[in-house]
């Protein structure tokens, strides 16, 4: 019992060890265990949507030939080879651990949402990255000299910066169709709360 013990207290060192903070990092205080934590969100990332990717390039692969050769075939091949060569970028940056953390945070709601059939939860995730949640000024905003308290609202954190970035625009925009995809396999019915449109 012992032995085991000492195993593991041996591997959880080495671990430890093996996750070493650059200067940047150390600069920024960043703990061994939010790179930890950084890192495993990084891959879990690069690792869900890589593989609904090869889902959906599977799913177009194992169609008739007669439906591959037609215009609609055609067109869904392309669109999933864009998406491919479009997210490798994006995989890079997985790998690099260079994924902003508002949106890194979201992304991984928006998988576990997918997992559990909520699209309409993922969606509006989806929304927050893209546009975010800040309160639009309507009308006039300053009608006197004092500060009004529906000004203070207005503020800079709850903008959706992420579509001002052309990259990251682009990177999430072909996330958006691997959500689409994704609820188009599911079964009507199981979705909560979204109706699948079909053309």
């Known amino acids: 019992m012992d032995a085991k013990k000492e195993k593991v207290k041996t591997n959880q060192k080495a671990k430890e060890e093996s996750v070493e903070l650059t200067d ?4 920024l205080n960043i703990t061994k265990v939010q790179k930890e934590r950084m890192e495993r969100d990084h891959d879990m990332i690069k690792d869900y949507y890589k593989g609904l990717l090869k889902e959906w ?6 169609r008739p030939v007669e439906e591959k050769k037609s215009e609609e075939g055609r067109a869904a ?3 999933c080879q864009q998406v491919a060569d479009t997210l490798k970028g994006f995989f ?3 790998t690099k651990r260079k994924i902003p953390f508002d949106i890194r ?3 991984l709601k928006i998988k576990d949402c997918m997992e559990k059939k909520d699209f ?19 009308g006039v905003t300053a009608t006197g000299i004092y500060e009004r308290s529906a ?12 579509m001002l970035n052309d990259t990251v625009r682009v990177y999430l925009t072909m996330i958006k169709r691997l959500m689409n995809y994704k609820e188009s396999k599911t079964p009507d019915g199981i979705s909560s709360g979204c109706v699948v449109m079909k053309k």
């Not at 940047?24 to 600069?27: N, Y």
């Not at 000004?151 to 992420?162: C, L, N, P, Y």
Request: proline share 4%; charged share 30%.
């Open 105 to 107: 945070k979201n992304l």
């Open 151 to 162: 000004r203070d609202r207005i503020t800079q954190e709850s903008v959706g910066h992420a």
């Open 92 to 94: 890079k940056l997985c």
């Open 24 to 27: 940047e990092e150390k600069a």
């Open 77 to 79: 091949t392309k669109l």
């Open 120 to 138: 309409r939860e993922a969606y509006k995730i989806y929304l927050l990255i893209t546009i975010g949640n800040a309160p639009w000024p309507i």
């Open 57 to 62: 390039a599977d799913d177009l692969a194992a």
